[in-house]
């Protein structure tokens, strides 16, 4: 009886080592699976930045050079607003027109922030 227990408590014995090592071996093809997965979506989000940069680089290359910065431009305004004398009449214009859906006293203020052309 003794030797009947004994090949039963082994038999046991190697069925749990066997669930353990299957278990083991389950939980080892799942972790590379997830890795694997991280690993292809990280290369995917990698080729998403790449390609949006390539277009970012692309628009830039293809926006108008300047000569000089913005800040050294600002010499070549033009100081007197008499030159512009028939355009500020058409704006003026322009501004009262387009006011006139806007309730009065809104419009009013809004032309008073208008700077009047010289006439």
């Given amino acids: 009886m003794k030797l009947n227990h004994t090949t039963s408590d082994n038999t046991r014995q190697t069925e749990l080592w066997q669930e353990l090592t299957q278990t083991e071996d389950n939980d080892k093809a799942n972790v590379i699976s997830l890795i694997q997965s991280l690993q292809h979506e990280f290369r995917n989000s990698q080729r998403c ?12 290359h ?21 030159v512009l004398e028939v355009e500020n009449s058409q704006l003026k214009n322009e501004f009262s027109t387009s006011f006139h859906n806007l309730e009065p006293s809104m419009g009013q203020a809004l032309l008073k922030e208008v700077p009047k052309a010289k006439e």
């Fill in 49 to 60: 930045s790449n390609s949006k940069m390539n277009d970012i680089e692309q628009l830039l």
């Fill in 62 to 82: 293809a926006l108008p050079r300047v000569s000089t910065p913005l800040n050294q431009n600002e010499g070549t305004r033009i100081p007197n607003p008499q």
